[in-house]
């Protein structure tokens, strides 16, 4: 399988797991409708590891632009397959979301709740304060790359050279920082920590035909893309520095 390939796949069912939990707890009829924020930390925690260890034997279980970015920046990622590896997660992450739609549709259509609808896809934050929704942001992620970082030194390679990146034998540890990160953090912004999936299914839920759908909170939407990667960023710098 192909890099691209398995980037599109791994963040799917990342995009499977996490839009699908969210849609579970949020919509009415569901068997598990109104669980609440452990349910839905753990199914996106579940959600990291499935996508990154599928992906991780092709690509290196990326499956988040921040990440690839990250690890292009301190060296370990060549820079001409950033654009491949982004338009892979993308792809993926509208892909994956589209998915969870077409198999809650019946029960789409009997929420009313408008704003819990447009959250099965991306991120909003709980207080409107764009400072702090972008310092939230960049925390996240930052935390989530100094683990990626130090759980796999960066550096480890595949037989065919191809940087692992997160690894199949991060996967464990990566979700359950992830998991830890949403359930800290994640009650500010929803916790993104990722630009494609947030930008992705923001443009689904966009396109889609929902019933009763509110706006896709575009004015919003720079936040969850730009604060992931400047905190990918930020952790790249730490770790060169550090080490």
Request: charge should be neutral; include cysteine; aromatic fraction near 10%.
């Amino acid at each position: 399988m192909s890099p691209f390939i398995s980037e599109i796949l791994g963040t799917g069912l990342l995009m499977l797991f996490g839009s699908g939990v969210v849609a579970s707890c949020v919509l009415k009829g569901t068997k598990n409708s109104g669980s609440g924020w452990m349910v839905i930390t753990t199914g996106w925690a579940l959600g990291v590891f499935l996508g990154v260890y599928v992906a991780a034997p092709y690509s290196g279980g990326h499956i988040n632009p921040a990440v690839t970015l990250s690890l292009a920046i301190e060296g370990s990622f060549p820079w001409k397959d950033v654009p491949l590896y982004v338009v892979g997660q993308m792809i993926g992450a509208m892909i994956g979301s589209s998915i969870v739609y077409i198999l809650f549709k019946d029960h789409f259509d009997i929420t009313d709740d408008a704003d819990a609808k447009r959250a099965i896809f991306c991120t909003d934050p709980a207080i409107a304060n764009t400072p702090r929704n972008l310092l939230s942001e960049i925390v996240g992620t930052l935390v989530l790359l100094i683990a990626v970082f130090y759980l796999t030194g960066a550096e480890l390679q595949n037989d065919s050279g191809t940087p692992i990146g997160l690894g199949a034998v991060g996967a464990i540890p990566i979700a359950f920082v992830v998991w830890g990160i949403g359930l800290t953090l994640g009650g500010l912004t929803g916790y993104a920590i990722n630009p494609a999936r947030d930008l992705g299914p923001r443009i689904i839920h966009f396109l889609l035909p929902i019933k009763n759908k509110t706006h896709s909170n575009w004015s919003y939407s720079w936040i969850p893309v730009i604060g992931p990667l400047i905190g990918g960023s930020l952790a790249a710098l730490l770790y060169i520095i550090l080490n």
